[in-house]
């Protein structure tokens, strides 16, 4: 694979863009923006080849040098004055972890609180609110700020809304949650492998007795805008290749699908309109579904930190976290890549995506793994 800007999307000029916009960081210099492209494609070069000590310690320091900025280190969160953690151990310290990029960036980075719960006190984490039932049940975290307004970190920097400063009382220092591998010291891909994020044992319960007899597998096919959606999403009807899978019965995972999009499906799909309450519900319906068939979305990631067979099928431009190997990734084991071979066309990726289950559809374990059997939910 050929890790240039042909070959990788990603949140550098997206993100570029964002933070001039909302003013997080102002370009002083000519040719910042191209700057700012080239050490971001660097970074991605080399966590996508595996170099991750030097991959987390170039992130580094881009955000030190593109971020510091009229007093903005790195995010907005640290304009109050707090300093950020830089990685040494202190158990009376109360750190505060804040997202700072998109649901999949979450679900993948949020392994490393293993690792940051161990050098801290405490860890306070600071996430949309969709995702806080879901987070909660990391055991590596203290809490989670219930906020319905859009304070957090992610939010700020996408509308340029500040965060609450009563969000830090009682905090020592603050991380950004995509910084925590290179505070950690991680020279892998973690401490804490999948499933390190597990359904709730009521949801998937409340969700497995909706399923019918056979095969369940549920598909997404549209991510979010914080990436641009025309790098990785498609229309619901590239996915009627998925018609010739017999035995399989097919959920709807998109929680913003709309009518005529099912309408125009030629596949029976089972929809499920204000089941999806945040996170936690989708986590549910994916511990209870026998597989996942999705894009490069939130929901993917999330898929492949709970253990959950997920087919992944990945444009012409990719992530860094979906490295070299063809078909897999470290980051998430159980999860197979079927890749893009020129843009915009996605027939045979779906075309292999249906011939490969197929053949597999009848073998496919049952997901135990991917759901919390504690009692106390």
């Known amino acids: 694979m050929e890790w240039d800007g042909v070959r990788l999307y990603d949140a550098a000029g997206a993100e570029t863009m964002s933070a001039v916009k909302i003013g997080i960081c102002i370009p002083t210099e000519e040719g910042y923006e191209a700057k700012w492209q080239a050490a971001m494609m660097q970074f991605y070069e080399l966590l ?46 109360r750190l505060f972890v804040f997202n700072d990029g998109g649901f999949g960036d979450v679900f993948l980075y949020c392994r490393f609180l293993a690792e940051a719960s161990r050098l801290n006190g405490e860890i306070v984490l600071a996430v949309e609110p969709s995702l806080r039932r879901l987070l909660l049940r990391l055991p590596w975290i203290r809490s989670i700020p219930a906020s319905k307004k859009q304070t957090l970190a992610a939010e700020a920097f996408r509308t340029g809304i500040r965060p609450l400063k009563s969000q830090l009382n009682g905090v020592d220092a603050v991380c950004p949650i995509t910084m925590l591998p290179y505070f950690v010291g991680a ?27 056979g095969r369940n597998v549920g598909i997404c096919w549209r991510g979010s805008n914080f990436i641009p959606r025309m790098v990785r999403s498609v229309k619901l009807t590239d996915l009627a290749l998925l018609s010739r899978v017999p035995g399989v019965t097919w959920h709807c995972l998109q929680a913003d699908a709309t009518e005529q999009e099912l309408a125009d499906f030629p596949i029976p799909l089972r929809h499920y309109p204000g089941r999806f309450r945040d996170w936690n519900s989708t986590a549910g319906l994916i511990a209870a579904l026998d597989m996942v068939v999705t894009v490069d979305t939130g929901l993917a990631n999330l898929a492949g930190a709970m253990g959950a067979p997920v087919y992944i099928a990945l444009g012409n431009l990719t992530c860094w976290r979906y490295g070299e190997h063809p078909t897999r990734t470290p980051w998430y084991p159980s999860a197979r890549l079927f890749r893009q ?25 049952d997901n135990e793994l991917c759901f919390d059997s504690t009692p106390e939910d």
């Open 48 to 93: 996508g080849t595996g170099k991750y000590v030097d991959g987390w310690r170039r992130l580094y320091e881009i955000r030190r040098k593109f971020f510091d900025t009229d007093g903005h280190l790195l995010l907005p969160y640290l304009a109050y004055g707090k300093p950020v953690w830089d990685g040494t151990a202190d158990r009376s310290r």
């Open 187 to 213: 020279t892998d891909t973690g401490n804490a492998q999948p499933p390190y994020i597990k359904a709730s044992t009521l949801e998937t319960k409340r969700w497995a007795k909706s399923l019918p007899p």
């Open 341 to 365: 071979d020129e843009p915009d066309n996605w027939q045979p990726v779906f075309s292999r995506i249906a011939e490969d289950l197929s053949k597999h559809v009848g073998h496919i374990a």
